[in-house]
């Protein structure tokens, strides 16, 4: 599997993004597909995920509202919609997929990961 995240730039606050990820292989729309961001000098941290059906997700309470995960199976895809941007959200953003069935949040039952892209968000 190679994943290969896009859409990364420079906004104001208050502004929107949109990430996207692209996936190979063919069980794409079989498992998790995860969003974790790290700032310079902090730990990689858990942002958002969803399920293979896209039924179920997840968020992380800094983000709860104002993101947005989605997926198109169709497209081997999975975005984040980032709206309401502050500051603090500035990091790299890196997509990842999990081989397992409920959203998680621990990035080490992620098996695969993007290149990240980076987000910087100006107050």
């Known amino acids: 599997v190679q994943l290969q995240a896009s859409g990364g730039g420079l906004v104001q606050a208050g502004g929107s993004l949109r990430l996207s990820c692209a996936a190979s292989?063919?069980?794409?729309?079989?498992?998790?597909m995860g969003w974790f961001r790290q700032a310079p000098g902090k730990e990689r941290e858990f942002v958002a995920a969803?399920?293979?059906?896209?039924?179920?997700?997840r968020y992380a309470d800094s983000v709860k509202g104002r993101f947005t995960i989605s997926r198109d199976n169709a497209k081997n895809t999975v975005y984040l919609q980032m709206n309401s941007l502050k500051p603090e959200d500035t990091a790299v953003y890196y997509c990842?997929?999990?081989?397992?069935?409920?959203?998680?949040?621990?990035?080490?039952?992620?098996?695969?990961w993007g290149q990240g892209t980076q987000v910087t968000v100006s107050s």
């Open positions: 969803i399920s293979g059906s896209g039924g179920n997700t």
């Open positions: 990842a997929l999990a081989r397992t069935f409920l959203p998680i949040a621990s990035p080490s039952e992620y098996g695969y």
């Open positions: 292989g063919r069980t794409f729309s079989m498992y998790v």
